[in-house]
Nanobody, 116 residues
């Protein structure tokens, strides 16, 4: 089974930065970050593969957020810069084990709050 543990959330002022971490146990193919703001649906933020480092980003975070991975530590990171109040959400790490599979494994979530 795959287990995901996130850390690094917190409160930051607009324009500030935070880095989230997600430590994974078990073999996975692709790792992603999603977020869910109060009263809104969960939305995709970014993802990467362990092997090639292929990444993609939601338009709302392009140029501000960067996903990276440390294969030796089985950990992915989400560096968030130029944070905006609308980035406030519960951020989830997710994993899929197959190329065409769904994201079946989820972390517990870490809160990011950006004050104006």
């Amino acid at each position: 089974q795959v287990q995901l543990v996130e850390s690094g959330g917190g409160l930051v002022q607009a324009g500030g930065s935070l880095r989230l971490s997600c430590a994974a146990s078990g073999r996975t193919y692709r790792m992603a970050w999603f977020r869910q703001a109060p009263g809104k649906e969960r939305e995709f933020v970014t993802s990467t593969t362990w092997s090639s480092g292929d990444t993609n980003y939601a338009d709302s975070v392009k140029g501000r957020f960067t996903i990276s991975r440390d294969n030796a530590k089985n950990t992915v990171y989400l560096q968030m810069n130029s944070l905006k109040p609308e980035d406030t959400a519960l951020y989830y790490c997710a994993a899929k084990i197959r190329v065409l599979g769904n994201y079946n494994y989820w972390g517990q979530g870490t809160q990011v709050t950006v004050s104006s």
